[in-house]
Nanobody
Framework: QVQLVESGGGLVQAGGSLRLSCAAS????????IGWYRQAPGKQRELVAT??????TYADSVKGRFTISRDNAKNTLYLQMNSLKPEDTAVYYC?????????WGQGTQVTVSS
């Protein structure tokens, strides 16, 4: 089992930036894939960005604005979010898969004001 703890959410104005962090209880090197998802009020949880076997995937809505990265030495996954829009408002979750078991973090709220 992997424990994932997100941080870095908050309130930001449109056009601003935030960096989310996801700290893993163990080595992130073995967690594959690992990524970020989000869920807005009244909507289904959706993929934002993932890293799988070294390749990154982004939702079309965040391409060019968000960057996912991992620091295996710190067992941490990041999501750099730039040019934020009100429609990016959601709870952001970290998800990791280890030995075919998926674990989720508790989420961090991101609110973008217009």
């Amino acid at each position: 089992q992997v424990q994932l703890v997100e941080s870095g959410g908050g309130l930001v104005q449109a056009g601003g930036s935030l960096r989310l962090s996801c700290a893993a209880s163990g080595s992130t090197f073995s967690i594959n894939p690992i990524g970020w998802y989000r869920q807005a009020p009244g909507k289904q949880r959706e993929l934002v960005a993932t890293i799988s076997s070294g390749s990154t995937t982004y939702a079309d809505s965040v391409k060019g604005r968000f960057t996912i990265s991992r620091d295996n030495a710190k067992n941490t996954l990041y999501l750099q979010m730039n040019s934020l829009k009100p429609e990016d408002t959601a709870v952001y979750y970290c998800k990791g898969v280890l030995l075919n078991r998926a674990d989720w973090g508790q989420g961090t709220q991101v609110t973008v004001s217009s």
